[in-house]
């Protein structure tokens, strides 16, 4: 018999190969390997397998205020019994948030990033009109109406309190996990090189690897990494995956002086991700400043499950991180002092090392088995204090 009934509600495609997908399918199926009945609401569920427990449904593909009224009028209102609605937020949400608080159902919402930071790189007039509404309106409805909101980051908890004066309390920060079973050290590096063709197979390797947005700051990147090379011979770069700078970056690649040093794998499977992860020395996990506080980069946890140690940009956010040596941290993101860093790490020739450093870290603290153990102990606290 199922301890509970959850609705996890997503906003989302999960054929997409993303940090996103990987999130709500570790968090549903390790939900419901502790018993409880999971009825998981998504744009599209794809070829997805899940646990016995967990029951997906694909809404379809429509904008999130349609599928917001699609889940709740043909969903939740054929529900006999929910005992909590899991909601990862999504922009519109209003109608299943209205819907859980007038049937006396507890409402839990995850915030995995902040829609101030994304609202100002839109351009489109019509993209941004939904943004107003929801920044103004119906997010500080859904912040204030959620009996809890579980925040990947604590700044995202901090900004949403004070902008919507809504008690710290409310927010409790769980950070995004790692499967440190398929992400794990590759013994024989050398080999593994050779068999993805990232030769010579003896260079020293920093890559990047995920969704490539402007935010990433890859260019500057790129243009950090000529510099170096220009004054280290056996330095290479692997940039892989795909997203709205890819044709930027290939045909900054193509132009490039060293573009035999740049190697650029795209689409990435993500099935085959942790394989390219592992061949790294150092991986790359630069984001804009303004970013940076509000995003936890599920690609630093898979490095560091890799063994690879990687460079962010500082935050107070990731002090913990930078303390037990899962990452580097850099304050000023000027092409040059990129550049210098890169040289620092290759000169102080400790990567192995601080890669260990980082497994064990992740092992200890990041697992998804750890990260759902904090979800699933924050739901049943909810929801038995409702019963009270």
């Known amino acids: 018999m199922a301890k509970f009934e959850i609705a996890y509600i997503a906003c989302y495609d999960l054929r997409r190969d993303t940090a996103a997908t990987e999130h709500i399918i570790q968090i549903v199926n390790g939900l419901g390997r502790y018993g409880h009945k999971i009825y998981l609401y998504a744009k599209n569920i794809g070829e997805r397998t899940f646990g016995d427990n967990v029951y997906p449904v694909s809404v379809g593909e429509s904008k999130c205020m349609f599928f917001d009224k699609n889940v709740c009028d043909r969903y939740l209102k054929q529900r006999d019994k929910l005992d909590i609605v899991y909601l990862r937020d999504f922009l519109g949400a209003r109608k299943v948030v209205h819907w859980a608080k007038s049937h006396d159902v507890p409402l839990v919402i995850e915030h995995n990033g902040l829609e101030h930071i994304e609202w100002k790189r839109i351009s489109n007039i019509l993209n941004y009109i939904p943004y107003f509404f929801d920044l103004n309106y119906w997010l500080p409805a859904r912040v204030k109406k959620a ?36 992400f794990h050290i590759e013994k024989d590096r050398i080999s593994l090189r050779k068999k993805l063709g990232l030769l010579p197979e003896d260079a020293i390797w920093f890559g990047y690897i995920g969704s490539m947005y402007p935010w990433h700051i890859l260019i500057d990147v790129v243009e950090a990494f000529e510099m170096v090379a220009q004054k280290i011979d056996n330095i290479f770069l692997l940039l892989a995956g795909k997203g709205p700078e890819l044709k930027k970056l290939m045909k900054h690649r193509n132009m490039s002086k060293f573009a035999d040093r740049i190697k650029i794998v795209s689409p990435l499977p993500i099935e085959i991700s942790h394989l390219y992860i592992s061949a790294l020395d150092v991986g ?35 002090d913990e991180l930078i303390g037990n040596n899962v990452v580097w941290a850099i304050k000023d993101l000027d092409r040059n002092n990129i550049a210098d860093y890169i ?21 200890n603290n990041l697992s998804w088995d750890l990260i759902v153990k904090r979800t699933n102990c924050l739901l049943e606290n909810v929801i038995c204090s409702e019963i009270k």
Request: aromatic share 10%.
């Open 343 to 363: 040289v620092k790490i290759i000169n102080d020739n400790n990567f192995d090392e601080i890669g260990q450093k980082a497994r064990a870290y992740v092992e």
């Open 284 to 318: 790359i996990a630069l984001m804009s400043p303004d970013v940076a506080p509000y995003c936890w980069q599920v690609k630093v946890n898979h490095y560091a499950a890799c063994g690879v140690p990687s460079v962010i940009t500082y935050d107070e956010q990731f």
């Open 147 to 182: 009996d809890l909101n579980i925040v990947v980051t604590g700044a995202i908890g901090d900004f949403l309190a004070d902008e919507y004066d809504v008690p710290r309390e409310k927010f409790v920060h769980i950070p995004n996990g790692v499967d440190i079973e398929r």
